[in-house]
């Protein structure tokens, strides 16, 4: 049993490219994006969607999983679509939170959460641009017949 576990995790990273560490190192951070969300921006104001953390878990999940089949590929697209939806999910239901903060206050940089907020949805974005790159790119090295 151990011995086919091995060898299952011997072949996950046989013949990957750069790229492959790069769509891994962006789903992670793609799921520590979306569990610091779930922290920090759901108890700031109750019209913050559970929706885009549920899209990012489930996209970053995508891609490991994708790629045990060989298919990292179509993980990163799924996991660029789910990233896009939650980041158009996101700025819908948080735009009016700093606006209605804004009237008591006379800094916008006074507003509770403004910088996670903007973060979030920078990091957002940059992951949903990554993962459509890194969708494109190859993920496997060529492996000649005699090798």
């Known amino acids: 049993m151990m011995d086919k576990m091995l060898d299952l995790l011997k072949n996950y990273f046989k013949n990957r ?10 789903a992670f951070l793609t799921l520590i994006t979306g569990i610091i969300y779930a922290a920090i921006i759901l108890p700031l104001d109750y019209r913050a969607s559970i929706f885009p953390v549920i899209m990012l878990i489930i996209g970053a999940l995508l891609v490991p999983i994708f790629a045990l089949f060989r298919m990292t590929r179509i993980g990163l697209g799924c996991m ?8 158009v999910l996101y700025l819908m ?6 606006i209605e903060q804004a009237m008591g206050v006379s800094d916008v940089w006074e507003i509770k959460g403004i ?4 973060v979030i949805a920078v990091l957002m974005f940059i992951f949903f641009v990554a993962s459509n790159v890194l969708a494109y790119i190859k993920q496997e090295k060529l492996v000649l017949e005699g090798e």
Not at 17 to 26: E, H, K, P
Not at 93 to 98: C, D, G, K, L
Not at 115 to 118: G, T
């Open 115 to 118: 910088v996670s907020i903007i």
């Open 93 to 98: 239901s948080i735009y009016e939170y700093p």
């Open 17 to 26: 490219t750069l790229a492959f560490y790069f769509s891994l190192a962006v």
């Open 80 to 87: 660029s679509l789910l990233t896009f939806f939650a980041f």
